[in-house]
């Protein structure tokens, strides 16, 4: 595979604070770390199965890009984009090269993190995608690190759930399949017209279904409180549509735990 994990969903928000209620408190994130610089802050939280959510505030710096993306649409919180972990970065931005997209934002200069993205228009997944190679990036960053801070809610007392599945939509399934099953390597699995998933050896499941007359972009975040790693694929369709966006975090989210299959014959299993 060219990625090897899809390693976290990052979402903008006003206040690291506001998403604490659901994705600690309700859904047991675990802080591994967040860091104020100028331009953004982010911080990340991971869950059972390794799943990261990433949050991503405005810096102090005026009219950086997390405050024009949320000011741009004078929302609370939206979700940004894709994280995918790959061990030869180079070797797939010649790729995407090679498939028609131009990378942008390319930043190799750093040996410990390296990374670039694919614009939404260029991709017509309604969502960023990144692409990231780290070396001896630590799971944790270091609390005395300089710019690091504390989370700003308490330790939850939950456990951490899983987050065993993104949902998303876009527009036109054969360019989706491009990007995420012959560049990124995702091993597909159709489950009717308009519908596939995509699985990684790491991190979440991304379930996309493509519909050409309405809006792309990531719908449903998919959590199992009870840790477990299987899913459904219409009980997350289902949230996808019922569910109401939660405004603190820009998406809507579920508990996928007990859903039942009453419209596709198959659920996700948990082994990869």
């Known amino acids: 595979m060219t990625a090897y994990s899809l390693d976290h969903v990052a979402l903008a928000v006003r206040r690291w604070a506001q998403a604490g209620p659901v994705l600690a408190e309700r859904f047991g994130g ?4 967040g860091h104020s610089q100028p331009t953004f802050k982010p911080a990340q939280l991971r869950y059972a199965d390794g799943m990261g959510v990433e949050l991503l505030e405005p810096g102090s710096e005026p009219g950086a890009f997390v405050q024009r993306f949320l000011d741009g649409a004078q929302a609370p919180a939206r979700s940004h984009h894709l994280t995918f972990k790959v061990r030869d970065i180079r070797a797939v931005l010649a790729a995407a090269r090679s498939l028609g997209f131009e990378p942008i934002l390319v930043n190799l200069g750093n040996p410990i993190w390296q990374e670039a993205f694919l614009h939404p228009k260029a991709t017509g997944l309604g969502f960023l995608v990144q692409v990231a190679q780290s070396e001896g990036l630590p799971a944790e960053l270091p609390a005395n690190m300089p710019g690091a801070q504390p989370a700003p809610w308490p330790e939850p007392a939950a456990e951490a759930a899983a987050l065993p599945v993104v949902v998303g939509r876009v527009a036109n399934e054969d360019k989706a399949r491009l990007v995420l099953r012959d560049l990124l390597g995702g091993a597909e699995t159709t489950w ?58 820009g998406i809507r989210v579920a508990d996928l735990a007990g859903e039942s299959h009453d419209r596709l014959p198959d659920s996700v299993p948990a082994t990869r």
């Open 30 to 33: 675990r802080w591994t770390g």
């Open 192 to 249: 009717g017209p308009g519908l596939s998933s995509y699985r990684w050896d790491g991190g979440s499941d991304l379930l996309l279904a493509a519909d050409p007359d309405e809006r792309p972009g990531l719908r449903l975040l998919g959590f199992r409180q009870d840790g477990a790693a299987a899913w459904e694929p219409s009980g997350a369709l289902r949230a996808a549509e019922d569910e109401p966006v939660v405004p603190e975090l």
